[in-house]
């Protein structure tokens, strides 16, 4: 299924990262609570993912306002999550927050 990206402005949080194992324990089960729980926050649009043959992943994960993105950032179990994060599973993560003002591409 692919993603169908709203009609701009909308917002968009790009995330690449790298684990610090290929399967760090307890990381699947909280990546999988995660996306269950962001889906029904307020805002949230969608999101895009790819892991390359190196294991580092880029994701994509719109939202209509940058409203909905602090207040993500800030859910109680979200929090724990980027806790252990940065305590267990990540090599290394960085965060871009952009508006997407516009865009156009095209499909075959």
Do not use: C, N
């Not at 950032?73 to 806790?83: D, F, G, N, S, V």
């Amino acid at each position: 299924m692919s993603f169908v990206r709203p009609e701009p402005p909308y917002y968009v949080v790009v995330i690449s990262s790298s684990l610090t194992a290929e399967d760090p324990e307890g990381y699947a089960e909280m990546a999988r609570r995660m996306a269950e729980l962001s889906v029904r926050q307020p805002g949230y649009l969608g999101r895009e993912s790819q892991t390359g043959a190196d294991g580092r992943e880029l994701t994509a994960l719109y939202y209509r306002d940058a409203e909905s993105i602090a207040a993500w950032k800030q859910h109680p179990e979200h929090l724990e999550a980027q806790r252990l994060g940065r305590e267990r599973w990540y090599a290394d993560y960085h965060v871009e927050v952009a508006k997407v003002e516009r865009a156009y591409g095209f499909e075959r």
